[in-house]
């Protein structure tokens, strides 16, 4: 299994759409159609996304436009990486890898963000940086995760 994981602040949305940036959708769907990768949460809205059918009623209103525009490409939301639970020092970068360790074997994988977190140094070769006033998720980074999640084994 291949994966993307998703921040979406600064990610899915940039400064020409603060709310949802339909081309940042276009790119990820662009990723996932020439990968065939799992699209797996790692922003902090993933608190408002649940993968259980009886908690959908629960989903945040961000989410669920993220996930309804996914839904019309023929894409899903797949997973979420686990809350924050170690405090201030628990940086998304180590539930990355709790996510690869409790997921394993995972055949590669990309971390798509807009913030340069501490731990992301072990993901370095994996990480596509993403900037919102320059428009989120652009075709330029959709090409270098699909080179990453194509090219590099976990």
Known sequence: ???????????MNSADNEWLDMKCVDN?????EATDAKVVISSSWRSGWFKEPEKKHMVSPEMAALEHAMNELGMEIYDKTRPQIGGIMDFRGNQIKDYLIEHAPIESF???????????????????LTDFDEGGLT????????YILNH???
């Open 110 to 128: 990309v971390v798509i963000d807009d913030i340069y977190f501490p731990d992301f140094g072990q993901f370095e070769n994996r990480l596509v």
């Open 139 to 146: 075709m330029e980074h959709a090409q270098e995760a699909i």
């Open 152 to 154: 590099a084994t976990a």
């Open 1 to 11: 299994m291949k994966v993307i994981f998703l921040d979406v602040d600064g990610v």
């Open 28 to 32: 990820l769907h662009m990723i996932v």
